[in-house]
């Protein structure tokens, strides 16, 4: 009879470290889940950051081209003679300039 009390305490005793064992793991299942919807979250606005990085980087190529171009063409002879008539009103000597009626 005493041996059967204790066998029955100790499987009341069993259930109970199995009860607790088993809210721990669901407690931490749950921190887990919801570590990992923030982690996700965090994940979808990088993604998006480095995509619009990427973005401006093809943009600033695309523009380092254009400057790259536009370096060449200024020391063109073309380009010289544009500054010179555009901004300093030179022509060359013998050419005629004609002027719209006003």
Not at 51 to 74: D, G, M, P, S, W
Not at 84 to 93: F, S
């Amino acid at each position: 009879m005493v041996k059967r009390k204790i066998v029955i305490k100790k499987k009341k005793q069993n259930r109970l470290s199995m009860l607790m064992v088993s809210i721990a793991v669901v407690m931490v299942l749950i921190v887990v889940a919801i570590r990992s919807v923030d982690l996700q979250a965090k994940q979808a606005s990088y993604d998006a950051r480095i995509a619009q990085l990427n973005e401006q980087i093809a943009l600033e190529q695309q523009r380092t081209e254009e400057l790259n171009e536009y370096e060449k063409y200024t020391k063109t002879k073309k380009f010289v003679e544009e500054v010179a008539k555009d901004k300093l009103g030179l022509v060359y000597e013998g050419e005629i300039i004609f002027m719209p009626e006003k």
